[in-house]
C-alpha cells in the first residue's frame, strides 16, 4: 500500500470514528466550552475504583472470570483490581495470580513467559492489589497445578484499561 493509500485509510478510519462519536452526542442544552469539545478531557488523576475480582466470589477455582470480567467491564487506567483468596489448608487448594504475557499464552494456559504477581498466601486479609498502570491488555491467570485451574477452572480473563474522561 503506498503513502497516499495509507494516509487516506487512516483519514476514513478516523472520520468514520468522528462521526460514530457524534452521533452518539446530545447537543442538547447550553453549549460549554470548559467540558472539551467533543468527548471531555482526559483526567488521570480522578478517582480510581477498587475492584474486587471475582465480587463476592473471589478468587477461587470453578468461578467464570472471564465472564465476570465482561459484565464488570469497563475498567480503567489506574483501577486496582483486588485479588482475595484464602491460604493453602486441608479444606482449599492454593491459588496464585500470574500475568501472561500474550494472547496465545492466555488461550492455551502457557505459563513458560508468565510472571507471578501474587504468590499463593498474598491473597488472604485485604488481598492483593494490582493497579492497571498501563493502556495495553492485561492477562491474568491462577497457574496452580501446571495450568488445570486455568484451563478446567476458568480462573483467567483478560483486562484492556480505558482512559477515564470526565
Known amino acids: 500500500m503506498g503513502l497516499g493509500n495509507a494516509r487516506a485509510l487512516v483519514f476514513l478510519v478516523a472520520m468514520s470514528m468522528f462521526g460514530i462519536g457524534m452521533a452518539n452526542k446530545n447537543f442538547s442544552g447550553d453549549w460549554n466550552y470548559t467540558t472539551g469539545w467533543p468527548y471531555g478531557h482526559w483526567n488521570p488523576t ?3 475504583k477498587r475492584i474486587i475480582v471475582g465480587g463476592s466470589e473471589n478468587w477461587r477455582f470453578g468461578f467464570n472470570y472471564t465472564d465476570w470480567a465482561i459484565r464488570n467491564s469497563p475498567f480503567f487506567l489506574n483501577d486496582k ?3 482475595k483468596f484464602d491460604p493453602p489448608n486441608d479444606t482449599t487448594h492454593p491459588h496464585s495470580v500470574y500475568l501472561l504475557s500474550n494472547f496465545w499464552s492466555f488461550q492455551n494456559c502457557d505459563f513458560r513467559r508468565a510472571k507471578r504477581i501474587a504468590q ?3 491473597g488472604e486479609g485485604e488481598g492483593f492489589e494490582f493497579v492497571l498502570k498501563r493502556w495495553q491488555p492485561y ?4 497457574g496452580e497445578r501446571n495450568g488445570l485451574h ?3 477452572g476458568m480462573m483467567k480473563f483478560a483486562v484492556w484499561p480505558l482512559f477515564r474522561w470526565y
Open 46 to 48: 480522578q478517582s480510581t
Open 81 to 83: 483490581l483486588v485479588f
Open 139 to 142: 492477562y491474568f491467570a491462577c
Open 120 to 122: 499463593v498466601t498474598q
Open 150 to 152: 486455568c484451563n478446567n
